[in-house]
T-cell receptor, first 115, second 113 residues
Framework: SAVISQKPSRDICQRGTSLTIQCQVD?????MFWYRQQPGQSLTLIAT?????????ESGFVIDKFPISRPNLTFSTLTVSNMSPEDSSIYLC????????????FGEGSRLTVL | DAKTTQPTSMDCAEGRAANLPCNHS???????VYWYRQIHSQGPQYIIH???NNETNEMASLIITEDRKSSTLILPHATLRDTAVYYC??????????????FGKGTHLIIQP
């Protein structure tokens, strides 16, 4: 299994600012992903964080708005840029182990409120 | 990945078995059925998965119909802590590394005391 830690767990931000969320995994994972969960909704995949290369974004999400880094196998960051109240959501990091059963492990999420 | 259909919500009495259905009539031969749950204010948690045989672990049992078009997750003795949103997800898994999951709306299971 893998334990995934996210920082910050929650934050309140002003419109127009940017916030970077960190994700640390306690073991090497093959894949890392970032999800968004808007209030009362299910999870939506934002992007796959690729080690040493640009992230792969899902439809509706762009790099300028959600830049992602993954410098090594156990760490990734997601930045929410030029925030608006519509960006108020929980952002979750997840990871999967190579050769495992295909299960993904999730962090507890970072709850972001934009005023 | 194939689409799944789940009831929006279900109630179950504490101590009884909770049976959560999932319809995945368009599932293809190489797609697995995964179940996750999300307890309020927590990240999703993996429960169980299967291809075509029934599976059991310490958390739950997964029953997949012979035609694989539907499945049922069984929590044998539900407790109040099992109150959560349960997601049934169908996806291909090649073994080389996990792919991103596509979450539907899930079933909100409420365990009643």
């Amino acid at each position: 299994s893998a334990v995934i830690s996210q920082k910050p767990s929650r934050d309140i931000c002003q419109r127009g600012t940017s916030l970077t969320i960190q994700c640390q995994v306690d073991s090497q994972v093959t894949m890392m992903f970032w999800y968004r969960q808007q209030p009362g909704q299910s999870l939506t995949l934002i992007a796959t964080a690729n080690q040493g290369s640009e992230a792969t974004y899902e439809s509706g999400f762009v790099i300028d708005k959600f830049p992602i880094s993954r410098p090594n196998l156990t760490f990734s960051t997601l930045t929410v840029s030029n925030m608006s109240p519509e960006d108020s959501s929980i952002y979750l990091c997840s990871g999967g182990l190579a050769g495992g059963t295909g299960e993904l492990f999730f962090g507890e999420g970072s709850r972001l409120t934009v005023l | 990945d194939a689409k799944t259909t789940q009831p929006t919500s279900m109630d179950c009495a504490e101590g009884r078995a909770a049976n959560l259905p999932c319809n995945h009539s368009t599932i293809s031969g190489n797609e697995y059925v995964y179940w996750y749950r999300q307890i309020h204010s927590q990240g999703p948690q993996y429960i169980i998965h299967g291809l075509k045989n029934n599976e059991t672990n310490e958390m739950a049992s997964l029953i997949i119909t012979e035609d694989r078009k539907s499945s049922t997750l069984i929590l044998p003795h539900a407790t109040l802590r099992d109150t959560a949103v349960y997601y049934c997800i169908v996806r291909v898994y090649s073994g080389g590394g996990a792919d991103g999951l596509t979450f539907g709306k899930g079933t909100h299971l409420i365990i009643q005391p």
